[in-house]
């Protein structure tokens, strides 16, 4: 596979994320980590039959601890901790917090052996996608960073760490096959499941689409998308894909302005200007990366 196309199915990843808002906002009043566990089991076990056909895919559950501690820890952590976040603080601004990790991501991936350091205009697009978030949510009403809600505010800058740190870090273990990422997710939809039983009240979806619009969760932004993503990152350029993980929260909005859901704003065409600028940026540093560090 190509540097090209690795990054172009990272691009994968983010297109699908950027549905999260309006399929969860479709699947109804299931709690979170209810929602957590049954979407992680639907994206783990479509990982898992590609093994029908490919038995030699089990193999990759064959891993060190160090690399289950890697997989599970990204992503239950990061989701138990924006939870938490969510929980503890208001939504607007626990969410700004946590979509640090774009950012973080461009500045760990400098300590990447192929990233060739830290270059100046990934890292200048990926504060202008900073800025397009910031813009974005501000346009949403005041952010108030309330002092008594600073438990949300260090749980949603903990899942920015945790999910650039899990990102970059699965870059260094690039011979782990992507196919572990299905027991990632198994392990994980366990674990959710466990945290819903401890500290949630069970809400079934209540109607067909609302069990299709959790279905679609797993298949596409809980399922095929963190496949799409490791490859990515592993792959191809995490530095142009950290930058335009900045798109997803733009994305995610345009979607649920279309379908009803919010209404369009200055600041969304604000946070699109921006966030296309960064993007420009990062693609322009790309191309003029040396070959050998781009590969």
Same mark, same amino acid.
């Not at 974005?136 to 945790?162: E, Q």
């Not at 690039?174 to 819903?196: E, I, K, M, Q, W």
């Not at 592993?234 to 209404?263: E, F, Q």
């Given at each position: 596979?190509?540097?090209?196309?690795?990054?172009?199915?990272?691009?994968?990843?983010?297109?699908?994320? !950027?549905?999260?808002?309006?399929?969860?906002?479709? +699947?109804?009043?299931?709690?979170?980590?209810?929602?957590?566990?049954?979407? $992680?089991?639907?994206?783990?076990?479509? #990982?898992?039959? !590609?093994?029908?056909?490919?038995?030699?895919?089990?193999?990759?559950?064959?891993?060190?601890?160090?690399?289950?501690?890697?997989?599970?820890?990204?992503?239950?952590?990061?989701?138990?901790?924006?939870?938490?976040?969510?929980?503890?603080?208001?939504?607007?601004?626990?969410?700004?917090?946590?979509?640090?990790?774009?950012?973080?991501?461009?500045?760990?991936?400098?300590?990447?052996?192929?990233? #060739?350091?830290?270059?100046?205009?990934?890292?200048?697009?990926?504060?202008?996608?900073?800025?397009?978030?910031?813009?974005? $949510?501000?346009?949403? #009403?005041?952010?108030?960073?309330?002092?008594?809600?600073?438990?949300?505010?260090?749980?949603? $800058?903990?899942?920015?760490?945790?999910?650039?740190?899990?990102?970059?870090?699965?870059?260094?273990?690039?011979?782990?096959?992507?196919?572990?990422?299905?027991?990632?997710?198994?392990?994980?939809?366990?674990? +959710?499941?466990?945290?819903?039983?401890?500290?949630?009240?069970?809400?079934?979806?209540?109607?067909?689409?609302?069990?299709?619009?959790?279905?679609?969760? #797993?298949?596409?932004?809980?399922?095929?998308?963190?496949?799409?993503?490791?490859?990515?990152?592993?792959?191809?350029?995490?530095?142009?894909?950290?930058?335009?993980?900045?798109?997803?929260?733009?994305?995610?909005?345009?979607?649920?302005?279309?379908?009803?859901?919010?209404?369009?704003?200055?600041?969304?065409?604000?946070?699109?200007?921006?966030?296309?600028?960064?993007?420009?940026?990062?693609?322009?540093? +790309?191309?003029?990366?040396?070959?050998?560090?781009? !590969?």
């Amino acid at each position: 596979m190509t540097h090209g196309t690795a990054t172009a199915l990272g691009f994968g990843a983010i297109l699908l994320w !950027s549905l999260l808002a309006v399929l969860t906002a479709a +699947s109804g009043a299931v709690p979170p980590f209810q929602l957590a566990a049954m979407t $992680f089991a639907v994206g783990g076990l479509l #990982g898992c039959g !590609s093994w029908l056909v490919r038995p030699e895919g089990l193999k990759a559950l064959r891993q060190p601890w160090s690399v289950w501690l890697l997989g599970v820890g990204g992503l239950f952590g990061y989701h138990a901790l924006y939870f938490a976040a969510l929980r503890l603080a208001p939504p607007a601004e626990a969410g700004l917090i946590n979509y640090l990790w774009p950012l973080l991501i461009v500045l760990l991936s400098a300590l990447l052996p192929r990233a #060739g350091g830290l270059r100046a205009a990934h890292l200048l697009g990926a504060l202008l996608g900073l800025a397009g978030v910031v813009a974005l $949510f501000a346009g949403r #009403g005041t952010l108030d960073f309330a002092a008594g809600a600073a438990p949300g505010y260090a749980a949603a $800058f903990a899942a920015a760490f945790v999910w650039s740190g899990y990102s970059v870090l699965s870059a260094r273990v690039g011979a782990v096959p992507t196919d572990a990422v299905a027991g990632f997710c198994l392990v994980t939809a366990a674990l +959710s499941l466990l945290c819903h039983l401890a500290v949630e009240t069970t809400v079934w979806p209540a109607d067909a689409p609302q069990w299709a619009a959790v279905a679609a969760l #797993g298949i596409g932004p809980v399922g095929a998308a963190f496949y799409l993503w490791d490859i990515g990152v592993k792959r191809g350029d995490i530095r142009l894909l950290g930058v335009a993980a900045y798109a997803a929260p733009v994305l995610s909005t345009l979607l649920l302005v279309a379908t009803g859901y919010a209404p369009a704003t200055p600041a969304l065409a604000l946070a699109c200007l921006l966030i296309v600028a960064g993007a420009l940026v990062a693609v322009r540093a +790309s191309r003029r990366l040396p070959r050998e560090a781009a !590969s």
